[in-house]
């Protein structure tokens, strides 16, 4: 590691590694004196040029109004559909249609979602089991020790009644044999040299004995439709005796990213950028519950656009870029040829307000998700997510609050989405969050949904987790 990398990567320029605004130098190379820009960070444009210089706004300037003149996106041209409203007529689109379903093996079910319960086809315990290695014991001590040497073992038949004051050897996890009233732990008992058993403490009716039905009995359901097909659930649903499950068939998604400066190797260069969406979505998506059936690259090429979202037999099909009203941007004049039905044409949400969801075909959709990449993140979040939730069966999670660390400027009149990640009981904004910037979404654990006018310290917002684990601290707050 470089002495530079180590300079941007311990802690975001200009803030210690907690977070807290630091009082040395602005990053080297930086003009000092930006850090003097009047500024509100309610305006992407504008947040996005102090994060290029490592500094937040100052908090008291402005909250929640930015300067019309600093805002890139004019408040009031644009009144999208409001976000909430835009989630939900995603969802109610994923809606539309039969789920379809499939039965596998177990170990196929992986990463799908239940779509019918899982059932006990047993009683689990499906025998009374020792919960120890030890004795089985009939009624009160001393026991005269049955002269089985070996004892009971795991995986044997049906066992023998132990009569009333006698032990004999019995292993974890083996059928407590009928008359038994306890089980005792080896450690807890001693033999004497007549072959008679004394307990060392104190002995309670049943104690490490697994009653059969302990856990469930053969018919309870053990977890609802809906629910996604972990290891742990496999696990569950082989020791209940399944040995197939039947699962939600993971919705098609086609992924097309359009944008004639994209690179897919090397270094950006002549006004060229890489792609960052291809290497991104599919894997996103993916998570989501998807099966990406391709990432394509059309370019800025309208017939190959019109002919790719025609020809694709995919359920949702996701472009990225061209969905403004530039020259190239063939999103909009490509749904009207093909005789689409927008649903959502624009959200009111900074990143992504361009973002749309189009009805292609009963039951098939198209989401376009604006070409800046943490708006293409937006788009995902806000439109796909809803409705590859509800087209792969999955339950929706009750949403969740965390209250704020440090204060967020809001957009006048829209939903902002910020990333964020957990510090103890709060979420705290990560810098670099303008809507061309992925560096702060790929440190965070969430996206906090800042409503307009922003967010102070304390207050409580509602989190949109990430589709995986949170995998580090996060820098960058
Ligand atoms: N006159 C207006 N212009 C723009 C508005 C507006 O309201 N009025 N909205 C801005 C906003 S906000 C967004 S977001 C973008 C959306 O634009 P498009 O969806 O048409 O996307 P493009 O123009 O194709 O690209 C925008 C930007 O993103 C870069 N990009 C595109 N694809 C990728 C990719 N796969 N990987 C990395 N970067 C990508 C592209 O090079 C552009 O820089 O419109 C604004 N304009
Ligand atoms: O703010 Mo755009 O919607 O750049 O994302």
Not at 304 to 322: H, K, N, P
């Amino acid at each position: 590691m470089t002495a530079q990398d180590h300079d941007l990567g311990a802690s975001a320029p200009g803030q210690g590694a907690t977070g807290e605004p630091a009082t040395g130098p602005v990053p080297r190379g930086r003009p000092a004196d930006r850090a003097a820009t009047p500024a509100a960070e309610g305006d992407d444009g504008v947040e996005e040029a102090l994060a290029l210089v490592g500094m937040r706004p100052a908090s008291s300037r402005n909250h929640g109004a930015p300067a019309p003149d600093q805002d890139e996106h004019s408040p009031g041209r644009h009144r999208g559909t409001p976000w909430e409203e835009a989630r939900a007529l995603a969802s109610n689109a994923g809606r539309a249609g039969v789920l379809r379903t499939r039965r596998d093996p177990l170990a196929a079910s992986l990463g799908r979602v239940l779509a019918t319960p899982l059932v006990a086809l047993v009683d689990l315990p499906s025998f009374d089991t020792s919960a120890m290695d030890g004795w089985a014991v009939a009624g009160p001590g001393p026991w005269t020790v049955a002269s089985d040497e070996s004892g009971i073992l795991a995986g044997r038949g049906a066992v023998e009644v132990l009569a009333d004051g006698t032990a004999v050897r019995i292993a974890t996890g083996a059928r407590v044999p009928p008359g038994a009233t306890a089980v005792i732990r080896s450690e807890r008992a001693r033999a004497d040299r007549n072959g008679r058993l004394h307990a060392q403490s104190q002995v309670m009716h049943g104690q490490d004995i697994r009653p059969r039905g302990q856990e469930c009995r053969s018919g309870d359901q053990l977890l609802p439709a809906g629910t996604l097909v972990t290891p742990a659930v496999l696990g569950l649903a082989a020791a209940a005796g399944c040995d197939e499950l039947l699962t939600v068939v993971r919705p098609k998604v086609e992924v097309l990213v359009l944008g004639d400066e994209l690179l897919t190797e090397g270094l950006p260069q002549d006004g060229l950028i890489r792609d960052a969406l291809g290497p991104m979505i599919g894997p996103w998506l993916r998570a989501l519950g998807a099966e990406v059936t391709a990432t394509r690259r059309i370019g800025d090429d309208a017939d190959a656009l019109r002919r790719a979202v025609t020809e694709s037999d995919a359920d949702l099909v996701i472009t990225t870029g061209g969905t403004a009203a530039g020259p190239v941007d063939h999103v909009h004049p490509m749904l009207r040829k093909v005789g689409a039905e927008l649903l959502v044409d624009g959200v009111s949400v900074r990143p992504g307000h361009p973002m749309l969801l189009a009805g292609l075909a009963p039951g098939r959709y198209l989401v376009g998700l604006p070409g800046n990449p943490l708006a293409a993140v937006s788009g995902l979040l806000t439109l796909a997510e809803p409705l590859l939730r509800q087209r792969s069966g999955q339950a929706t999670p009750a949403p969740y609050r965390a209250s704020l660390r440090d204060e967020v400027h809001g957009h006048p009149q829209d939903t902002r989405l910020v990333p964020v990640v957990h510090r103890g009981d709060r979420v705290v904004p990560l810098h670099y969050r303008g809507p061309a910037m992925l560096r702060g979404i790929a440190a965070a654990h969430g996206l906090a949904v800042v409503p307009p006018g922003g967010g102070r310290p304390g207050d409580e917002l509602e989190i949109l987790d990430l589709p995986w684990p949170p995998s580090s601290e996060g820098c960058f707050t």
